[in-house]
């Protein structure tokens, strides 16, 4: 009696072991196991309640555990409970849920999210992974909780990309005790180009492997000289929106085929001396402050503006325009730009969108 009672205790360890195992290998497979985000929206379809952001995307944050557990940040209150997900033929979407949560109940400073997010937790059915972001929806139509990567997780990430290949467009200089490095080749023997204090933002131009380190490709952001970084130092630029712009900027592809976002008037003038009328404009957003304003002249002709991280960046000026100077100010949420004895007057709102 002893001994079956032996074999079937055996049995049983080993057929537990095997199901971890099986457990283990599935959540490894999942696309969104190990992974860590922060709330970017949500997207309600009801007209009355709109878009919902948060004031500050850092205090709503989720970690899909490898386990199967999931730890939330909701603003003051902390949140914990189970997740799963079934990736359908394409993995990059599938079914989602969460188990019940267990929710500390501080009471948040408002506004504050989390009791809708901890409420409405148990009806998300369904992931969608797309431009970087992830996407929950909610059963029956009733909404969609966007997240974007939390900066912690792309930080200490292993295999930092380029934009092309999803990863964000800018870096922030960041980690270093004093200033970090900026050096002619992917080597720490490497001359030194120039130094910058933490906090500096860089155009991301590709990263690649050298020997057991990383190293990226960047430039200054405003302009500058170009050289390599290691990846340790540099984590993704948290763009003026609060979100970190994700993938291709393809705004200015967008509005060249007249594919626009918006449209409508502001003000401008086109001649020294003209005083400001109102022209018609369309724009192409990409997210992260990055996006292409064409504007339609009094004369009939357009004027494309290109921003990046909500500033101005250039203009589509020519030989036949003689380059003329352009220079951008701004007072509170309005861009004051002038290109030669044109002046155009653009707030936030066009170029951030909401």
Same mark, same amino acid.
């Given at each position: 009696?002893?001994?079956?009672?032996?074999?079937?205790?055996? @049995?049983?360890?080993?057929? %537990?072991?095997?199901? &971890?195992?099986?457990?283990?290998?599935?959540?490894? @497979?999942?696309?969104?196991?190990?992974? +860590?985000?922060?709330?970017?929206? !949500?997207?309600? *379809?009801?007209?009355? #309640?709109?878009?919902?952001?948060?004031?500050?995307? @850092?205090?709503?944050?989720?970690?899909?555990?490898?386990?199967?557990?999931?730890?939330?940040?909701?603003?003051?209150?902390?949140?914990?409970?189970?997740?799963?997900?079934?990736?359908?033929?394409?993995?990059?979407?599938?079914?989602?849920?969460?188990?019940?949560?267990?929710?500390?109940?501080?009471?948040?400073?408002?506004?504050? *999210?989390?009791?809708?997010?901890?409420?409405?937790?148990?009806?998300?059915? &369904?992931?969608?992974?797309?431009?970087?972001?992830?996407?929950?929806?909610?059963?029956?139509?009733?909404?969609?909780?966007?997240?974007?990567?939390? =900066?912690?997780?792309?930080?200490? @990430?292993?295999?930092?990309?380029?934009?092309?290949?999803?990863?964000?467009?800018?870096?922030?200089?960041?980690?270093?005790?004093?200033?970090?490095?900026?050096?002619?080749?992917?080597?720490?023997?490497?001359?030194?180009?120039?130094?910058?204090?933490?906090?500096?933002?860089? &155009?991301?131009?590709?990263?690649?492997?050298?020997?057991?380190?990383?190293?990226?490709? #960047?430039?200054?952001?405003?302009?500058?000289? /170009?050289? !390599?970084?290691?990846?340790?130092?540099?984590?993704?630029? #948290?763009?003026?929106?609060?979100? =970190?712009?994700?993938?291709?900027?393809? +705004?200015?592809?967008?509005?060249?085929?007249? $594919?626009?976002?918006?449209?409508?008037?502001?003000?401008?003038?086109?001649?020294?001396? $003209?005083?400001?009328?109102?022209?018609?404009?369309? #724009?192409?957003?990409?997210?992260?402050?990055?996006?292409? =304003? =064409?504007?339609?002249?009094?004369?009939?002709?357009? /004027?494309?503006? !290109?921003?990046? *991280?909500?500033?101005?960046?250039? %203009?589509?000026? +020519?030989?036949?325009?003689?380059?003329?100077?352009?220079?951008?100010?701004?007072?509170?949420?309005?861009?004051?730009?002038?290109?030669?004895?044109?002046?155009?007057?653009?707030?936030?709102?066009?170029?951030?969108?909401?």
């Amino acid at each position: 009696m002893t001994r079956k009672f032996r074999i079937i205790s055996d @049995a049983l360890f080993y057929t %537990a072991v095997l199901l &971890s195992m099986i457990a283990l290998g599935v959540a490894s @497979a999942n696309p969104l196991s190990g992974t +860590s985000w922060q709330l970017l929206e !949500f997207q309600s *379809m009801d007209d009355q #309640v709109g878009t919902q952001r948060p004031e500050d995307p @850092a205090l709503y944050t989720m970690q899909l555990n490898t386990d199967g557990t999931v730890s939330m940040r909701l603003n003051c209150n902390r949140a914990t409970g189970s997740w799963s997900a079934e990736a359908s033929a394409n993995p990059d979407s599938g079914h989602f849920k969460f188990g019940p949560l267990a929710m500390t109940r501080a009471l948040c400073p408002p506004p504050s *999210m989390d009791e809708s997010i901890a409420a409405q937790s148990h009806y998300i059915r &369904s992931y969608l992974l797309k431009d970087g972001n992830l996407y929950l929806s909610l059963m029956a139509d009733g909404g969609i909780y966007a997240w974007e990567p939390a =900066v912690e997780h792309y930080a200490t @990430a292993k295999r930092p990309t380029a934009p092309e290949q999803g990863g964000p467009r800018n870096w922030e200089a960041s980690g270093a005790a004093d200033q970090v490095d900026l050096r002619e080749q992917a080597s720490n023997t490497s001359k030194s180009i120039a130094r910058y204090p933490n906090g500096t933002i860089f &155009s991301n131009l590709g990263c690649r492997q050298v020997e057991a380190q990383y190293w990226c490709d #960047v430039q200054l952001f405003t302009g500058g000289p /170009r050289g !390599f970084i290691p990846a340790q130092f540099l984590k993704p630029a #948290v763009s003026p929106d609060g979100s =970190v712009a994700m993938g291709p900027d393809d +705004s200015a592809m967008r509005a060249g085929q007249g $594919q626009f976002d918006a449209t409508g008037k502001i003000p401008c003038a086109q001649s020294a001396g $003209q005083p400001m009328t109102q022209c018609d404009f369309g #724009v192409a957003r990409a997210g992260g402050g990055y996006a292409t =304003v =064409v504007i339609k002249r009094p004369d009939g002709s357009k /004027r494309a503006l !290109f921003f990046s *991280m909500g500033k101005l960046v250039g %203009a589509d000026t +020519s030989q036949a325009d003689g380059y003329p100077e352009v220079q951008s100010s701004k007072q509170s949420d309005l861009h004051q730009i002038r290109i030669g004895n044109e002046r155009y007057e653009i707030p936030d709102a066009v170029i951030l969108g909401g």
